[in-house]
C-alpha cells in the first residue's frame, strides 16, 4: 500500500471513529473490503477459479524454464565468440610467423 492510501485509510478511519464507529467493527470492514477487491482483481485478471494456483504454477515454470534457454543461448553465444577469436587469433600469429610458408616449402 503506497502512502498516500495509507494515509486517506488513516483518515477514513479517524472519521468513522469519530462518528461512533468502534475499531474492531472498522478493521472488520477493511478487511472484508480488502478481501472483496482482491477477488476482483484476481477475476479481472482469470485467476479465481479453481485451476488458478496450478495456471500461476505453470507459468512461473514456463518463464524459469524461458531464463534459463536464455541464458543458455548467451552463454553458448559468447562461447562461441571467444572460441572464433581465439581462432582469429592463433591464425593472424601463424600468418605472421610464416607458418604457412614453412608448410610449402
Not at 502512502?3 to 462518528?19: F, R
Not at 565468440?81 to 610449402?104: C, P, Q
Amino acid at each position: 500500500m503506497n502512502s498516500q492510501n495509507a494515509s486517506m485509510l488513516a483518515l477514513l478511519i479517524a472519521q468513522a471513529e469519530g462518528q461512533g464507529a468502534d475499531m474492531p467493527t472498522l478493521r472488520a470492514l477493511i478487511e472484508e473490503a480488502s478481501e472483496v477487491g482482491a477477488e476482483r482483481a484476481l477475476a479481472a485478471l482469470g485467476l479465481k477459479d479453481e485451476h488458478a494456483r496450478r495456471d500461476m504454477d505453470e507459468l512461473r515454470e514456463l518463464l524459469r524454464a524461458w531464463r534459463d534457454a536464455k541464458r543458455s543461448a548467451w552463454n553458448a553465444v559468447v562461447s562461441w565468440a571467444v572460441r572464433i577469436g581465439l581462432a582469429l587469433l592463433v591464425a593472424g600469429i601463424a600468418v605472421k610467423v610464416g607458418v604457412l610458408e614453412m608448410l610449402h616449402g
